[in-house]
């Protein structure tokens, strides 16, 4: 089973909402900070949001602050990344990641988003 299922992802037009989520199997979910990456077509990964084990403290990339919200659920271990006001920039695979979102120890297969009209 893999450790990290991302789902969610879809097709939503420009200005629209999204939410997707991961769920985590195989480890200890609740003692992990989590952390949101995405990779759009031809460029590298790009860190999205981040969050500590117990969800009380959020870290946010800049182009993400204000309307992406990244929370978690430890009791049924799954991660989720509420977006809104989504552009057509948003358009990328979406990963949930422990480590560093560069170097990440786990990593899910990712959940496609595409913002479009």
């Known amino acids: 089973e893999a450790p990290l299922v991302e789902s969610g992802g879809g097709l939503v037009q420009p200005g629209g909402s999204l939410r997707i989520s991961c769920a985590a199997s195989?480890?200890?979910?609740?003692?992990?900070?989590m952390t949101w990456v995405r990779q759009a077509p031809g460029k590298g990964p790009e860190w999205v949001a981040s969050?500590?084990?117990?969800?009380?403290?959020?870290y946010y990339g800049d182009s993400f602050k204000g309307r992406f919200t990244i929370s978690r659920d430890n009791a049924k271990n799954t991660l989720y990344l509420q977006m809104n006001d989504l552009t057509r920039e948003d358009t990328a695979v979406y990963y949930c990641?422990?480590?560093?979102?560069?170097?990440?120890?786990?990593r899910g297969q990712g959940t496609r988003v595409t913002v479009s009209s």
């Open positions: 990641v422990t480590g560093e979102y560069d170097n990440p120890t786990r």
């Open positions: 195989g480890f200890t979910f609740g003692t992990y900070d």
């Open positions: 969050i500590n084990s117990d969800g009380a403290n959020t």
